[in-house]
C-alpha cells in the first residue's frame, strides 16, 4: 500500500455532469416503462446511487455481490455469488450498474446468467471501461469514460478496500 499517490483523472463536476447525461439518456431511452437497476457490489453502488436518482421514470433496484475466482489481478471468468439479488428479473427491464468493465470476463459470465432469468430487456451501463484490456467481449450500452489502461479508484473503485469514497476518479500512481 506504500509507495503511491492518487491523481485526479476526473473531477467530482466532470463525473457529476456525466452521470447527468447518461440519466437522461436512459430517461428518453425507457420512456413509459420502469427501469431495474442491478448493482454489482461494491464498486457500482456509488455510481448506481447517483445514475438512480437523475432517472426521471419509475426506477427499482437491487444488489448482488460476486467474487471472480483466480489471481489477484487476474478475473477467471468464473463467479461465485456471495449475495445473490431478492427479486426475479423476469419480464423486467434491467439495466446493470458496474463500476468498470476490464478484462470483461466477470461480466460476460454474470450477464450470460442474469440473461437466462427471462428478463424482458437486459443492458449494461458502466462508469468506466478500458477497452485496451478487454479478453471477453461484453455489449455496453452506456459507458461513462472510455479510459486508458491505468489502475483507477474513487466512485466506488477500491486499491485494497481503500479510495472507494473519493468522490471524484484518481489514478494510482507508484512512485
Ligand atoms: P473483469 O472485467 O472481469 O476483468 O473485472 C472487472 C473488475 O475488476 C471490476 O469490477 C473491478 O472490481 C476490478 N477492476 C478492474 N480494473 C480496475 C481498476 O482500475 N481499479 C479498481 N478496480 C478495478
Ligand atoms: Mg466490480
Not at 499517490?5 to 440519466?23: A, K, N
Not at 457500482?44 to 471472480?68: Q, T
Amino acid at each position: 500500500m506504500s509507495g503511491h499517490h492518487i491523481e485526479v483523472m476526473f473531477s467530482e463536476e466532470v463525473v457529476d455532469r456525466r452521470i447527468q447525461e447518461l440519466g437522461d439518456r436512459i430517461t428518453e431511452d425507457y420512456k413509459g416503462k420502469q427501469v431495474h437497476l442491478v448493482c454489482v457490489l461494491k464498486g457500482g453502488a456509488f455510481f448506481m446511487c447517483e445514475l438512480a436518482k437523475r432517472i426521471k421514470l419509475d426506477v427499482s433496484l437491487d444488489f448482488m455481490s460476486v467474487s471472480s475466482y483466480g489471481s489477484g489481478t487476474e478475473s477467471s471468468g468464473l463467479i461465485k455469488i456471495i449475495k445473490d439479488l431478492d427479486e426475479p428479473l423476469k419480464d423486467k427491464e434491467v439495466i446493470v450498474v458496474e463500476d468498470i468493465v476490464d478484462s470483461g470476463r466477470t461480466l460476460s459470465y454474470l450477464l450470460r446468467m442474469l440473461g437466462d432469468r427471462g428478463p424482458k430487456s437486459l443492458k449494461l451501463c458502466t462508469l468506466l471501461d478500458k477497452p485496451d484490456r478487454r479478453v471477453t467481449d461484453v455489449d455496453v450500452t452506456y459507458t461513462g469514460f472510455t479510459i486508458p489502461d491505468e489502475f483507477v479508484v474513487g466512485y466506488g473503485l477500491d486499491y485494497d478496500q481503500k479510495y472507494r469514497n473519493l468522490p471524484y476518479i484518481g489514478i494510482v500512481k507508484f512512485d
